[in-house]
T-cell receptor, first 114, second 111 residues
Framework: ETGVTQSPTHLIKTRGQQVTLRCSSQ?????VSWYQQALGQGPQFIFQYYREEENGRGNFPPRFSGLQFPNYSSELNVNALELDDSALYLC?????????????FGPGTRLTVT | TQLLEQSPQFLSIQEGENLTVYCNSS?????LQWYRQEPGEGPVLLVTVVTGGEVKKLKRLTFQFGDARKDSSLHITAAQPGDTGLYLCAGADMGRRALTFGSGTRLQVQP
């Protein structure tokens, strides 16, 4: 069974640029959730994708957007990067939509905005 | 807004000592999950507790869900250096998509 994978591992971008992060879900899982974890904090929910549609969103602006593909992999896109977007971005996959389903996290992508 | 508060934020102990980490909220959760996260890695699920008053054991780790399903605790017996890491609690609310995470307890176990 393949676990959740994310790419790239690290990324450095300049303020105002755009970035795309990628996630492959665990085998058999149809739901992907994205979280932002700032240094010293717990993860904050960005949004969730189920059957290729956004299925719930946290308190993040529209410049955070995403996609889910037929194979359940997912992308997170962030436009007009700001310094405060520097964080660890985590992808989690699960077997269903509800948060009560056990979620399995990838290793994350460390984004630094300068 | 649902909030989960964890205490303590930091804990540095000697190998062999016991410790308890607390996770408290004013909100009721349908289930609560505990994770451990090591530097540069994603959180790894340790346990899920679902029923009020439930106690689960994972080797030297004991997890308890409060009777009212608003709080939880993690007790580690005879801590070892391998227990070092960030411990996160996360609450799930029926019908919501997102987990609500606490800010974490950073544990360091000195040999």
């Amino acid at each position: 069974e393949t676990g959740v994978t994310q790419s790239p591992t690290h990324l450095i971008k300049t303020r105002g640029q755009q970035v795309t992060l990628r996630c492959s879900s665990q085998s058999g899982h149809n739901t992907v959730s994205w979280y932002q974890q700032a240094l010293g904090q717990g993860p904050q929910f960005i949004f969730q994708y189920y059957r290729e549609e956004e299925n719930g969103r946290g308190n993040f602006p529209p410049r955070f957007s995403g996609l889910q593909f037929p194979n359940y992999s997912s992308e997170l896109n962030v436009n007009a990067l700001e310094l405060d977007d520097s964080a660890l971005y985590l992808c989690a996959s699960s077997h269903g939509q509800a948060a009560s389903y056990e979620q399995y996290f990838g290793p994350g992508t460390r984004l630094t905005v300068t | 807004t649902q909030l989960l508060e964890q205490s303590p934020q930091f804990l540095s102990i000697q190998e062999g000592e016991n410790l308890t980490v607390y996770c408290n909220s004013s909100s009721v959760f349908s289930s609560l999950q505990w994770y451990r996260q090591e530097p540069g890695e994603g959180p790894v699920l340790l346990v899920t507790v679902v029923t009020g008053g439930e106690v689960k054991k994972l080797k030297r780790l004991t997890f308890q869900f409060g009777d009212a399903r608003k709080d939880s605790s993690l007790h580690i017996t005879a801590a070892q250096p391998g227990d070092t890491g960030l411990y996160l609690c996360a609450g799930a609310d029926m019908g919501r998509r997102a987990l609500t995470f606490g800010s974490g307890t950073r544990l360091q176990v000195q040999p």
